[in-house]
């Protein structure tokens, strides 16, 4: 259990930044930390208003002890003191011009500084923590600590240097202070593993591979090698180690030792190359002087430019300074926080941070912002007061009203967790929807008082909400736009529609905050060509969004560049005349000279219901090919550069499946279902393939070679996925064009499955007229199916000519709709005309179909459908075994758990020696190998002992590593494979198994990820739901496909037997089901005990101090296992007892446990099995010496070392070491 007593009072918070080393001048990392903490600390405060007993620190500041800052001076030729206040300053400096507001800037060479740590060591001396010393080992100076000898290797110079980095290292010996690290190993693993103190999430595993350090730490320096620092207290001949000193800081900011304002810390923001130090050193020290932990430790990837990490030779280190002068301070801020995934390594570049500010606070924000206030919209000069809304803005705005609510409760939960990243998406896509709606209602030609006063109250209330959301993001800019609108209720609990109704006096106009930003690489407007802006402006017309235009315009103003786009639809139930929505744009840009692709989604449309068959999908391909080409050549559209393709021609290739895998990663749940559901029925559990159908869409636009998608609104989540996904897989990043969504004949969405509310394109005269004459046109509904088909289809093929009804001729659809709404037209004119024209307009489409080609593929693909369900196996009967297979069936069973036991029956009936039982056991390699995966070893070893005719396969699939939760990295896949397949052989060889067990890497198999693989991966993920695939951990979509993954490899493995943990049983139960879904048996499974780990709970390569890795050295095997839980004379939970039972007595097979005590101890014992273990243990056979603790472990480490010593021979070469290495490399290259 962990101590809950915190010296915070009320709702009072302490955000800390690491402080920053003085060597050297800040650059583009030191200032996302530091806004990163500021809006962390600002949105405390923002929460916090109310309580007025709270405080709020903030601490920032410079590290300036050490040796590398001695080194520095020196070369600078001045004092370590002179150069760290030149140093500081510049920190100092830039922390004021971003705005952080920071209550504490500290600095390590303060005075009050040094009294606190000299207090904290002897606090740390008096409990005992801390002896003096001789130790030896290699130091770093550039990362500040002692380096373990397996982590530096010679150079070419024969120089001992870090593994990682190259840089040099020198061996010390010297008497040093030396503080109790290893007896809080175990503690701290257990704080981080059992609490959330650790974010974001990923995280953790960073944190427990951290503890890797068994001896003790030193934490002095000799003064006469190191005199620039603390010294040890009543030892002036030492010097206080720099990161004891540095990590005090937290502890100075807080009043220690005297009065601690606010401890612990609620948030520690860090970057991850400093997480051994935060979440191993730190809450050790805080452990030895009984002071709370801190509550949260937030940690962050590095920053790269251009995706290149940033390096003084390479010459790409950003200076904050110039990216400020350039940006402004407001805006370098906004795209620090919009671009930062903490998540992620991010990357700085000088055209998306252009990009970005123009887009976001120029266009979005500052546009919208000044555009409403202006004098010739609001003539008053004031904010409305309004509380009933007129009923056409109402209806026009009530979108944007949802996305305002959800806004705020997004952002508060966001901000919580410090995603702003996804808050600031958020708080975009609301201010987008606002300047739709306003440059939509047109404010500057509305003559209706009340209706104008509306759409100002709604779009001042917009901003204004968004504005005090963005307080902690953009504190400047948010408080200018505030200022503007005259609000002066800035609180969190004012950020509600409605809110602020008193209205008054608008603020001075200080004209705009931000002014448009020169792109680079973007034509100017001077630069774009008359020929250009027409073609753009045909592409975008009657559209209702457009992301990326600028992208766009570039491609359109390129010479020789024809810019691709593609429109996807499944092919389904028949085309009717709503596609004549899509086909129009598609006319248009055809017209515009864009290269269009339609992508035919038979892959998506075999997965509707997996009962048509390939051959009746390939029918309908035929079918909509024809009509779509027949409807644009009757619109007189030149189809030159009109393209069509196949999902199934790529969908199921092994690279695109290979990305689909690699989306899956690193989209959650949450994000794919967000994704899909404006397309993928909503239902508690959705299907599996619903949330991988946006991902699959979002990944044609590499595959088709395509600069831009085309689709209707519903898909904007879709297309706001591909904009933010793709390009971390560095697939690039397209423009994206939404039709509205037009309603069908009946009011509602027209449908291919809503007979009523569709006109099939192939249609006869009568029935086209009769449906229209019955189509809802209500004047009270002006959105209905008939004006719709106006203002989308009409209107733009005959422009720039009129539409002329009861002699009345109308240019635009605006003037028509009006005539309607006023009376001047009635609705039999209004749908006479529409009868006409979609007759005269089908009647030419039927005709160019009229042929044998069209009718054939009309014939199949929708008379006469087969169903393609899969034909179930018949139930075998169950067989009678024998004598001796029943006995081996007792064999097999031996105290673990059967799953279609009658499947195991079923080939145990034909098992003999010529045809032995083929057993297998699934690897999946999520970390170091360990003994758990000794345990199917061992076993198969005992039935082959007991005479079961057997042969066996050790499946090494690493693939569901990956999966789940990334822990493999992808460009690390085979080569953790490789590792995982070396160490089972070499376990095989020591177990003489070698004419029995085989071991095999999944990737190997020929079928593996071949196209019917993949269709199968696809037709499961159409089987079941979310919530029956969450197995894993974490958030992310990959973590659902392991059981997916799972299932196919045993189906194309087809083993008789599986062997898996009693931990894992749902994998058994899935697979039967899915397995039997497609018509093929289920494989019965074995679930047998798991191995424990020595902290008691199942050992599992996720916690890596508690694991026995066969490389560990025999040392620290003994110490990991002598740390484990044994209480003399008591089993439960006993460790070593466990390992004996499942582990020592199978490898003995038969021979006896010697167990060495001296004669003082009852002198040595024997025993041949666990059960004489046990009474030795419990009771023991003098009942006055029973089996100690100490020499049970010391016996089960002997066994278990010589097994292991057998692999560490094998792996002690040069070869085999790197190949352990490259199995734990984070190349996030692809796995080949």
Known sequence: MFRSRFFIRHSSTYVTSPIFYANAEPHIGHAYTAVLCDTAHRWNQLKNFKDKESKALFSIGTDEHGSKIFQASQLAGTTPKQFCDQVSSKFSTLFDTLNISHTNFIRTTDPKHAEAVQHFWRVLQDRGHIYKSSYSGYYSISEECFIPENEVEKNAENKMVLKTTGTAVEWIEEENYMFRLSEFREKVGEWIEKTDVVGPVKYKSLALDSLTMDDDLSISRARKRLSWGISVPDDPSQTIYVWLDALVNYLTVSGYPKDRIVWPPTCQVIGKDITKFHLYYWPAFLMAADLPLPQRVFVHGHWLVDNVKMSKSLGNVVNPKEAIDKFTSEGLRYFLLKQGNPSNDCSFSWNSCLETVNSDLVNNVGNLLNRSTVEKINKSGTYPRRVELEKK???????????????????????????????????????????????????????????????????????????????????????????????????????????????????????????????????????????????????????????????????????????????????????????????????????????????????????????????????????????????????????????????????????????????????????????????????????????????????????????????????????????????????????????????????????????????????????????????????????????????????????????????????????????????????????????????????????????????????????????????????????????????????????????????????????????????????????????????????????????????????????????????????????????????????????????????????????????????????????????????????????????????????????DLLIIGNDSTVFADLSARLLKCFGYSAIAHLAIPTVPGCNGQKMSCSVPDFLLDPLDTPKQTKTKIARSFCEPQNLEGNVAMQLADQIVFPLLNGSSLSIPRSSDNGGDVAVSSYKELEHEFITGSNPEFPLHPGDLKNAVVGVINGLFDGVRADFSGKEREKLVKDAFTVSKGKKK
Request: proline share 4%; charged share 25%.
């Open 393 to 1055: 803005v109402k209806e026009d705005t009530e979108k944007l009203l949802e996305m305002l609510e959800e806004s705020r409760e997004k952002c508060e939960e966001l901000y919580d967790d410090m995603y702003y990243y996804k808050g600031i998406e958020q708080l975009m896509l609301t201010m987008k929807e606002a300047n739709r709606v306003f440059q939509l209602s047109q404010p500057w030609k509305e003559t209706d008082s009340e209706r104008l006063e509306s759409l100002l109250f709604v779009t001042y209330e917009t901003i204004r909400i968004v504005s005090i959301l963005l307080q902690p993001i953009t504190p400047k800019m948010a408080n200018f736009c505030l200022d503007r609108l005259g609000v002066d209720q800035r609180n969190l609990e004012s950020a509600k529609f409605g809110s602020y109704a008193n209205g008054g006096k608008l603020g001075v106009d200080q004209g705009v905050f931000i002014g448009q930003l020169e792109i680079m690489a973007t034509p100017t407007a001077e630069e774009i060509t008359e020929e250009t802006k027409q073609r753009r402006e045909l592409i975008l017309r009657n559209l209702q969004e457009s992301l990326g235009v600028d992208k766009l315009t570039l491609q359109l103003g390129t010479p020789g560049k024809v810019p691709h786009v593609y429109w996807g639809t499944a092919t389904t139930g028949k085309p009717h005349v709503g596609y004549l929505v899509p086909m129009r744009k598609i006319a248009d840009f055809l017209q515009a000279g864009l290269k269009v692709t339609i992508l035919f989604a038979d892959l998506h449309a075999y997965l509707d219901n997996m009962k048509s068959t390939w051959d009746v999908l390939k029918s309908r391909v035929v079918y909509y090919q024809k009509v779509i080409i027949a409807l644009l050549e009757s619109l007189d559209v030149p189809i030159g550069q009109l393209h069509f393709k196949k999902g199934t021609e790529y969908q199921l290739e092994r690279d695109y499946t290979d990305h689909v895998l690699q989306l899956t990663a690193q989209v959650s749940l949450r994000d794919a279902l967000k994704a899909g559901a404006e397309v993928v029925k909503q239902v508690e559990s959705p299907l599996l393939s619903g949330l991988l159908y946006p991902l699959l869409q979002a990944l044609d636009e590499q595959y088709l070679k395509v600069d831009g998608q085309f689709g209707g609104v519903d898909q904007r989540k879709i297309f706001i996925l591909a904009e933010e996904q793709l390009p971390k897989l560095k697939l690039g990043k397209r423009w994206h064009l939404m039709n509205p969504m037009v309603p069908g004949l009946t009011g509602t969405k027209m449908s291919s499955s809503e007979e009523d509310s569709k006109i099939d394109v192939l249609d006869e005269s009568d029935r086209i007229r009769s449906k229209i004459m019955g189509a809802a046109c209500s004047r009270d509904q002006p959105d209905n199916g008939v004006l719709a088909f106006y203002n989308y289809v009409l209107f733009p093929i005959v422009s720039p000519n009129a539409i002329e009804i009861s002699n009345q001729q109308f240019f635009d659809f605006n003037a028509l709709k009006q005539a309607y709404l006023d009376g001047k037209l009635d609705e039999s004119a209004l749908k006479t005309f529409l009868s006409d024209f979609l007759v005269n307009l089908l009647d030419k489409v039927r005709a160019k179909c009229d042929t044998d080609e069209v009718k054939e593929a009309k014939e199949k693909g929708y008379s006469k459908v087969v169903e393609a369900e899969s034909t179930p196996i018949p139930e075998e009967p169950i067989p009678v075994l024998s004598a001796e297979q029943k006995a081996w069936k007792e064999r097999i069973q031996n105290g673990g758990e059967l799953f279609s036991e009658d499947e195991l029956v079923r080939v145990l009936s034909s098992v003999s020696p010529s045809n032995p039982l083929h057993v297998m056991f699934v690897a999946h390699g999520k970390g170091k190998f360990h003994l758990g995966f000794v345990s199917p070893l061992l076993r198969i070893k005992a039935l082959v002992d007991a005479g079961v005719p057997v042969k066996a396969t050790i499946l090494v699939s690493d693939l569901e590593a990956y999966l789940d939760n990334q822990k493999v990295s992808w460009g690390a896949i085979e080569a953790r494979g490789i590792y995982y397949r070396e160490t089972f052989l070499s376990l095989i060889k020591n177990l003489k198994l070698e004419d029995v067990v085989e071991v095999k890497v999944a990737a190997e198999h020929e079928k593996y990820f071949n196209k019917d693989y993949v269709l199968d991966f696809y037709k499961m993920a159409s089987a079941v739901t979310r919530d029956e695939t969450t197995i894993c951990e974490g958030t992310a979509l990959s973590g659902n496909l392991v059981p997916l993954i799972y299932s196919l490899n045993a189906h194309i493995y087809r083993p």
